[in-house]
Structure formats: C-alpha cells, structure tokens
C-alpha cells in the first residue's frame, strides 16, 4: 500500500516555467541569444547549471567558468524579482483540493524539487503548511532523472520508495520516480509522459481514491 505522495514543484504544484523562460531570455541578452519556447520546454526539471549549460551549447557560446558563475547569479537574481510577486492564485488549478483528500486519506507530502528557491516559492504560494518534508536543489547533489530527489524524500518520510507515488510534468522528473523504483504520474500530455504509470492532463476534478488505485 502507498503511503506517500511526492511532488515536483515547477508544472505541478505552480507554473514557475513562465519566469525560468523570462529569467533566462534576459540572460541571453548578454550573448545575443533568443531562446524559444520549445527549447525552454527541454530545461522543465533541469538544475540550473546544466540549464545553463545547455543554453550555451544552442547558441553555440564557450564562456569561462567565471562568466558562467556570474551568470547563474544574475539568472537568479532575474527570477527572484520575477517570482517576488507570486501568490496563492497561482497555485494551478485543482492542486488544494487534490492535496485535501490526499491528506484526509492519511498519505504524508513531500516536496522533491530541482529547484533551489522552492522554500520561497512555497512561502509566497501559502503552500508550505501542507508539505512534511521538503527536497530541493538545496539538499541533492543529483540532477533529475537520477532518482536521488525522491529517494531521499521517501527515505526522510522513513518510507520504501515502492510505498511511495510521485507526481511530476517533466520527463526527466518520471524517469528519475522509475528508477528510484516509485509509482509515477505525469501531470500534462501523455504523449510526452510515456514512461509514467498514469498521466492527467491537470488536477483539476481529480477524485484520490481512483487516481491513487495501482
Ligand atoms: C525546476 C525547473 C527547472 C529549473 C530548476 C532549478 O525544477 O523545472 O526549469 O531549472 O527547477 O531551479 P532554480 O534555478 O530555482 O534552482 P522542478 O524539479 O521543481 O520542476
Ligand atoms: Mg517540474
């Protein structure tokens, strides 16, 4: 029986690709590089160096490690004043009712997250109160699909990753919950989703007892 539910935060919790995707255009500005949002699409669960990293590689730009650290920090610092506006409307829909029934059915919450501002995102969002553990890009040395993420939020839980269903929107994201030996559901197109054991198009009118069933 499950008895945890593990979360990603950007795409299923909150739309943060929106500022990631504005964060990291201002950037480019630096090196004359327009990013698309198809390519934007392949940075969903990808840490932020690597982000970087493969940002550069499109536009084919070989910077120092030096330049590279500065423009970490001047990308953070883009999307922390982007995302100091955030609030609870934008929480995506039917996420509060789905965590309601999770939480009256008895499963602990765990966040597994790639991304290092999650404690402010959660904050902002008035989301932190329903997590009993929190893993992010503070706390795992492991990008996304390695499964480290979640395995140590089921191992913080002091639950068997095979106790435990993690919901993601990213590839990345169900190819690290299978090889961590979880129960995925994919939050968004079943066509890009494959490898999960479910996938919703969102929360929204989603009923717990049925999705939860395996
Ligand atoms: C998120 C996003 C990624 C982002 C990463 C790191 O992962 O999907 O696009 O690059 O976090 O974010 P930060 O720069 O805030 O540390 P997740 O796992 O929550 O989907
Ligand atoms: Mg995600």
Redesign the pocket.
């Known amino acids: 029986t499950y008895k945890a539910c593990l979360f ?5 919790l909150v739309d ?2 929106i500022y ?1 995707f504005q964060a990291w255009k201002m950037l480019g500005e630096n090196f004359n590089y327009q990013l698309t949002e198809e390519q934007n699409e392949q ?6 160096v ?2 970087l990293n493969r940002i550069l590689d499109w536009a084919n730009y070989s910077a120092t490690s030096e330049q590279k650290e500065a423009w970490l920090i001047e ?2 610092e883009n ?1 922390l004043q982007l995302i100091s506006t955030m609030n609870p409307a934008e929480i995506l829909p039917g996420v509060l009712d789905f965590l309601g029934q999770i939480k009256e059915l008895g499963y602990k919450i765990a966040l ?7 404690e402010v995102i959660l904050t902002k969002t008035g989301l932190l109160p329903w997590f009993d553990l929190i893993i ?2 503070n706390k795992v040395t492991k990008s ?1 699909p390695d499964p480290e ?1 979640f395995l140590k939020g089921a191992e913080g839980l002091g639950f068997k990753p095979e106790e435990c269903i993690v919901f ?3 590839q990345a ?1 169900v190819e690290a919950a299978k090889k961590g030996g979880m129960k995925a559901i994919g939050i968004g197109e079943a066509d890009v989703l494959s490898e999960a054991d479910k996938v919703i198009p969102t929360f929204f009118g989603v009923k717990a007892t049925e999705l939860l069933k395996f």
């Open positions: 990603d935060l950007d795409g299923v943060t690709a990631h940075l969903k669960g990808v840490s932020r690597e982000s990308k953070n999307y597994g997250s790639a991304s290092k501002n999650s992010d890009g996304k993420v993601e929107d990213a994201g």
